[in-house]
């Protein structure tokens, strides 16, 4: 792990992705994350409502969108970024999850800190059969002001909207707002991809990673320039990246998918080196220059780059893509 994100350190930059980070994951997958035993549950295939899509409501996750900007900067430890939990959760008490504030002290470059996942359940004490996750905090940043509308802001906003669409669903779900995705100095050692290391670890911990059927992943959906970038998929990636592309084209929207020929650093990371079908729905292609990725990391990352119709494609396609994996048996053979 912390030789894979080292890569990451030379740049200094969260998400970059590479060839070498292939190499690395393969290598590691192959060298000794053996994962879990085989899964215990056995999972029929379970419809899920046809127009779940349809439900996502791209207005009322602007909403929230809007209200986690007005806290400001919200890096790891932050008084900000304790509010925002605070709205998370306040939140999901609207609906009849079962709501987990997973709370962990780990050290960083800035010494012993705390960290606060967000777990909400379609079903108390399930195991989850699907992780959809995102991330709330932002980088640090504090030479300017980083409000992160994008970045860390959207996840966190269309995962809440997503968790109200599943409420009461006939699925094992676990949704998810990771803490500490934001490396402080560099991504090596403990230092980046805090909050999905910790539930990767504890869920395999308890024996319960090898339940999980897949893990989507939400990061930057909120460009007012919406394209999907999926990461360069490998062997764990394969199948749901191509179920993303056919979730999209079945919704009309499969214009707004496209594969980057890089890998990148993700909170799926620790699950996929955990061996779980993970994806990265992610556009990792925020500017005015194409290809430049420009308005990321920096000031310019605010609401008004940002669009509800982003968080509604983003939204649509994971619910279609849950729904079509859904409808497989678990474990396969
Ligand atoms: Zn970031």
Same mark, same amino acid.
């Given at each position: 792990?912390?030789?894979?994100?080292?890569?990451?350190?030379? *740049?200094?930059?969260?998400?970059?992705?590479?060839?070498?980070?292939?190499?690395?994951?393969?290598?590691?997958?192959?060298?000794?994350?053996?994962?879990?035993?085989?899964?215990?549950? #056995? @999972?029929?295939?379970?419809? %899920?409502?046809?127009?779940?899509?349809? &439900?996502?409501?791209?207005? &009322?996750?602007?909403?929230?969108?809007?209200?986690?900007?007005?806290?400001? !900067?919200?890096?790891?430890?932050?008084?900000?970024?304790? =509010?925002?939990?605070? @709205?998370?959760? /306040?939140?999901?008490?609207?609906?009849?999850?079962?709501?987990?504030?997973?709370?962990?002290?780990?050290?960083?470059? &800035?010494?012993?800190? *705390?960290?606060?996942?967000?777990?909400?359940?379609?079903?108390?004490?399930?195991?989850?059969?699907?992780?959809?996750?995102? =991330?709330? $905090? *932002?980088?640090?940043?504090?030479?300017? &002001?980083?409000?992160?509308?994008?970045?860390?802001?959207?996840?966190?906003?269309?995962?809440? /909207?997503?968790?109200?669409?599943?409420?009461?669903? !006939?699925?094992?779900?676990?949704?998810?707002?990771?803490?500490?995705? /934001?490396?402080?100095?560099?991504?090596?050692?403990?230092?980046?991809?805090?909050?999905?290391? =910790?539930?990767?670890?504890?869920?395999?911990?308890?024996?319960?990673?090898?339940?999980?059927?897949?893990?989507?992943?939400?990061?930057?959906?909120?460009?007012?320039?919406?394209?999907?970038?999926?990461?360069?998929?490998?062997?764990?990636?394969? =199948? %749901?990246?191509?179920?993303?592309? /056919?979730?999209? @084209?079945? %919704?009309?929207?499969?214009? @707004?998918?496209?594969?980057?020929?890089?890998? #990148?650093?993700?909170?799926?990371?620790?699950?996929?080196?955990?061996?779980?079908?993970?994806?990265?729905?992610? $556009?990792? $292609?925020?500017?005015?220059?194409?290809?430049?990725?420009?308005?990321?990391?920096?000031?310019? $990352? *605010?609401?008004?780059?940002?669009? !509800?119709?982003?968080?509604?494609?983003?939204?649509?396609?994971?619910?279609?893509?849950?729904?079509?994996?859904?409808?497989?048996?678990?474990?396969?053979?």
């Amino acid at each position: 792990m912390s030789k894979l994100l080292r890569i990451f350190g030379r *740049t200094g930059r969260s998400k970059v992705g590479s060839l070498q980070l292939a190499c690395v994951l393969l290598s590691a997958l192959a060298a000794g994350f053996t994962g879990c035993e085989k899964p215990r549950v #056995i @999972y029929k295939p379970t419809p %899920l409502p046809e127009d779940l899509p349809k &439900r996502f409501d791209a207005q &009322r996750a602007w909403r929230d969108l809007e209200r986690i900007v007005s806290f400001g !900067p919200r890096p790891a430890g932050s008084e900000a970024l304790a =509010h925002t939990a605070g @709205y998370i959760v /306040e939140q999901l008490r609207a609906t009849t999850m079962e709501v987990e504030e997973q709370t962990f002290r780990t050290n960083t470059p &800035r010494g012993p800190m *705390t960290f606060r996942n967000i777990i909400a359940r379609t079903r108390p004490a399930c195991p989850p059969r699907f992780i959809i996750a995102g =991330h709330y $905090d *932002t980088k640090w940043f504090p030479e300017f &002001r980083f409000v992160g509308a994008n970045d860390g802001g959207s996840s966190a906003a269309a995962v809440l /909207e997503l968790a109200r669409v599943l409420d009461k669903q !006939p699925v094992d779900a676990w949704l998810v707002w990771f803490d500490g995705e /934001e490396c402080i100095k560099a991504y090596e050692g403990d230092d980046g991809l805090v909050g999905s290391t =910790h539930l990767s670890r504890t869920l395999f911990n308890q024996k319960k990673l090898n339940q999980v059927q897949a893990m989507i992943l939400l990061d930057m959906v909120g460009d007012k320039n919406f394209r999907l970038t999926l990461p360069k998929p490998y062997p764990l990636e394969q =199948h %749901l990246t191509k179920k993303v592309f /056919e979730a999209a @084209y079945a %919704l009309g929207l499969r214009d @707004y998918v496209s594969l980057l020929p890089n890998a #990148i650093a993700d909170d799926h990371i620790p699950f996929l080196l955990n061996k779980v079908r993970a994806v990265d729905l992610i $556009d990792f $292609d925020y500017g005015n220059l194409p290809g430049q990725n420009n308005f990321w990391h920096n000031e310019r $990352d *605010t609401l008004e780059r940002c669009a !509800p119709e982003s968080l509604g494609i983003a939204g649509q396609i994971a619910l279609e893509l849950l729904r079509r994996v859904a409808l497989e048996k678990w474990p396969a053979d």
